[in-house]
């Protein structure tokens, strides 16, 4: 609270010596303040502290009297002292994921007496009036029934007893703020940093779109929802000096690149990846946009602090997750599973403008479609680009292409009608555009472009199926326990003590039944978690348990199975001259699972895919041989432990390059 205890009123000094209320304690879930008003960011960031201890007191619940000393006497404050602290506590509340479920306004304890010294009104009746909260919350969880209980008061109340706005009515204020679920609760309204720049003007336009009627958008769309229906995966490879972390540190930051590594800088995971410059590891990064197509940006104008991926979700209307893939050849195994586990919606291909393309780039290319990507050409580096060399460069793009194995049109976007050309066709045309992270050139258009792409994967559709979790990395967080992070491939879990999951499988192919404590979507908590989204969950497991974490499992709340044999009805794609046959050991990568497999038995779907190949003495006395355009079905075997898999997943086959692609068709012995 203030140091100052004195108030000039009509010219009077009046000392606060009226108690209305205990002195206030050190801990415990109640907190006094006589006002905020006027705060800095450094106050404001002090005060949301605060409130996260007061919370944590009350266990997600806390009491704010507004008005009140620390010693419990009233503060002597107007009806408008009170009403602006109150709006600006309601906004850090919100800034920490919690609501005023009550505002009630006090009247009527305190009136200045004959002398002009305030003085306790005798057997008074104060006025307790319920008042609206200044930001919409979800009236599905609170609004009704607060409403309710608003409407029964406010008619108990007698007119005289009614909220006073004029000066010298001494008022004070309750505000009750509980914590509440991230998917009940509506993007934050503005945050702390711009707040104290205008606090009245922020205020009041922060009133205004919390509005029914103002800003739809902003008021109706929650981070869940942005998150899951209108979140767009996008896959960035390309090869390894084709500029794709400096391409996604300046689309993610909306800075511009210095041309010595600035923006790759910013997105990069590991010290040696920044000292080489090259990607080694498969990480995403939010990208945001709000309901007009404005990127939001990363890097606050107030602060150099690059902003967190749950500000960013806040923020946005729609999200872009890009995934930065690595380019060299030794990582392309952690390539090949970004994009098997990935569950992207579409890819951007990037090409150096300056070199021509080279066979990592016919591979990822390949890869992706191999997928079913639609994919996007962006020719970057375009800056200082001699004429000669880019004109090469693209003839050679648009040679892969046209390839028979790819079988796209190029198509040149440069500007806005071009992009609605193309929305339609990104299944049969591939868009090229041109950009440079220097000079900023096509890095407007590229944006416009994902802002328009279409959500391809309907994951929402997957709502009603049993919960699947696909399990990408393990951590043993201090305080927390064993947490995983992934994917929510189908169905929708919500975490508590009662909420029991299935953790497997493990090396000896059993499952480990433990419970779903809490969960975290882009840094954000939240009690609930539906398919489509990426996120976080939190176990109660014990040590030994812990140690059993591993990447390719899966988090299911039905009773599970594993398996170590699977039929897949597989192609083995042209290229390289490879045979297949019986004991052939490939490295399978099935979504998130990925492990050596043995090719058990193999049956020719279409003994005229190879009726070209003449019969070899090796295929007479091993059976059948699969070569490159061969479609067959197969039994692999994984080599190391049971997995959980189920038909209808795509899979992928390797050997150093990818031979063939497949979808998985049974499981043996799955009835039994």
Do not use: W
């Not at 690595?326 to 599973?337: D, F, I, S």
């Not at 460069?393 to 292409?401: F, G, H, P």
């Amino acid at each position: 609270m203030e140091k100052d205890i004195s108030k000039q009123v009509a010219g009077v000094t009046e000392k606060r010596l009226i108690p209305v209320e205990g002195p206030e304690k050190e801990d415990g879930d109640t907190e006094y303040k006589r006002q905020v008003h006027h705060a800095s960011v450094n106050r404001l960031r002090s005060l949301a502290t605060q409130m996260s201890y007061r919370l944590d007191q009350g266990n997600g619940r806390c009491t704010y009297q507004l008005g009140v000393e620390d010693d419990g006497c009233h503060s002597l404050l107007d009806y408008d002292c009170i009403t602006e602290s109150a709006r600006v506590l309601e906004a850090i509340a919100r800034s920490l994921n919690a609501i005023v479920v009550e505002r009630m306004m006090i009247q009527g304890e305190v009136t200045q007496g004959e002398d002009g010294n305030p003085i306790l009104i005798p057997n008074a009746k104060p006025a307790h009036i319920h008042e609206p909260p200044f930001f919409s919350n979800n009236e599905k969880q609170y609004g009704k029934e607060r409403l309710k209980d608003n409407e029964t008061e406010e008619k108990k109340e007698p007119d005289e007893f009614r909220i006073k706005a004029t000066p010298g009515m001494f008022t004070r204020c309750k505000l009750t703020i509980q914590k509440v679920e991230t998917h009940l609760l509506d993007s934050s309204p503005f945050s702390l940093s711009d707040m104290s720049k205008s606090m009245k003007q922020i205020l009041e336009n922060s009133y205004e779109k919390s509005t029914p009627g103002v800003n739809e958008h902003d008021t109706k769309d929650s981070v869940t929802e942005t998150l899951a229906s209108r979140n767009i995966r996008i896959a960035v490879v390309g090869n390894v000096d084709a500029g794709k972390s400096s391409l996604i540190g300046t689309l993610t930051t909306s800075c511009l690149d210095d041309g010595r590594g600035k923006s790759r800088t910013s997105i990069m995971k590991h010290r040696h990846e920044i000292e080489s410059g090259r990607t080694s590891t498969a990480t995403t990064h939010l990208m945001g946009f709000r309901s007009t197509g404005e990127p939001v940006a990363a890097r606050d104008k107030l602060r150099a602090k690059r902003k967190t991926e749950d500000e960013v979700a806040r923020e946005s209307h729609r999200i872009i997750t890009l995934m930065d893939l690595a380019g060299h050849e030794k990582y392309l195994k952690t390539t090949v599973h970004g994009v098997s586990s990935g569950m992207a919606d579409y890819a951007l291909i990037l090409v150096n403008s300056r070199h021509p393309p080279t066979h990592m780039t016919q591979h990822h290319l390949n890869l992706c479609c191999s997928f079913g990507i639609p994919v996007l050409v962006v020719f970057t580096k375009i800056d200082g680009c001699p004429p000669d060399a880019y004109k090469n460069c693209k003839k050679e793009v648009v040679k892969l292409l046209r390839a028979p194995d790819v079988g796209k049109k190029p198509y040149a976007v440069r500007n806005e009608k071009d992009i609605e050309t193309c929305m339609g066709n990104l299944h049969a045309l591939a868009p090229v555009i041109e950009t440079s992270c220097v000079t900023g050139q096509g890095i407007d258009i590229l944006q416009k472009m994902l802002f328009a792409l279409p959500k391809r994967r309907r994951h929402e559709k997957k709502v009603d199926r049993p919960f699947e979790f696909l399990v990408e990395d393990t951590f043993n967080v201090p305080g927390v326990g064993g947490v995983v992070s992934g994917f929510v491939n189908a169905g929708e879990l919500t975490v508590g003590a009662t909420s029991h999951v299935f953790v497997g499988p493990t090396d000896d192919g059993t499952f480990m039944k433990t419970v779903a404590k809490s969960a975290h979507i882009a840094r954000i908590n939240t009690s609930h978690v539906t398919s489509g989204q990426s996120a976080c969950l939190a176990f109660s497991l014990n040590k030994e348990m812990r140690k059993k974490l591993r990447r390719g499992m899966v988090v299911l709340k039905e009773s599970p199975t594993s398996t170590k044999e699977f039929d897949a009805e597989i192609c083995v794609l042209k290229g390289e001259g490879t045979t297949i046959r019986k004991s052939y050991q490939a490295y399978v990568h099935i979504l998130n699972v990925r492990q050596s497999a043995y090719a058990r038995k193999i049956e020719l779907v279409n003994k005229t895919s190879s009726i070209d190949m003449p019969t070899t003495k090796g295929e007479k006395e091993d059976g059948v041989v699969l070569r490159p355009g061969s479609r067959a079905k197969v039994r692999f075997e994984f080599a190391t432990r049971p997995e959980y898999i189920r038909p209808g997943m795509r899979m992928l086959f390797r050997d150093g390059r990818v031979r063939g692609i497949g979808v998985i068709t049974g499981i043996p012995n799955m009835g039994q």
